[in-house]
């Protein structure tokens, strides 16, 4: 059994950088999609509600691109002895351990933007809807190679249950 202060001591792997620019666009395509309600709101609805619309949508999605690559830095994975332990946050950070017996399903998406870029998320899936986690942001071999890896040891750690 692992305690807390092995968190402390071994080391995060963190996702690779390009996941900044995943979040940039994504968070440019939402403020685009806001600031065109806006705009439907001052030409067709001829609203003043369209300004408040549109000022918000900027300040929001402005925060959200200045803390992209705090985000993204907060984001990180260990595989330790029985367990993963995956982590992110910057304010509410999450930090969730899932024990490899308890694997369900080891999934590899690529959206338009992360596959341009050559990166993949991992989700992990359990039999507890809660305890499912997604890592975003990682190079495509090297998601392949963790899903492999973690395939093997759910595999290893049922046929000893």
Avoid: C
Avoid at 17 to 39: F, N
Avoid at 61 to 87: P, T
Avoid at 117 to 131: F, Q, R, S
């Amino acid at each position: 059994m692992s305690n807390g202060l092995e968190l402390a001591t071994v080391e995060w792997r963190r996702v690779s950088p390009k996941q900044i620019g995943v979040e940039l666009v994504g968070t440019l395509l939402s403020a685009l999609v806001l600031i065109a309600v806006g705009v439907f709101f001052l030409a067709v609805v001829r609203t003043p509600f369209g300004w408040v619309i549109i000022g918000a949508s900027v300040v929001l999605h402005g925060i959200m691109a200045i803390l992209a690559a705090r985000r993204v830095r907060s984001i990180g994975y260990q595989l330790r002895e029985d367990d993963l332990v995956f982590r992110r946050g910057i304010m509410w950070q999450r930090i969730v351990a899932v024990p490899y017996g308890r694997m369900q399903l080891v999934d590899i998406t690529r959206g338009p933007v992360a596959r341009a870029l050559g990166l993949a998320e991992l989700k992990l899936v359990t039999a507890a809807a809660v305890t499912s986690v997604t890592i975003p942001g990682l190079v495509n071999e090297d998601a392949e190679g963790l899903r492999d890896r973690l395939v093997e040891l759910a595999e290893s750690r049922r046929a000893g249950l």
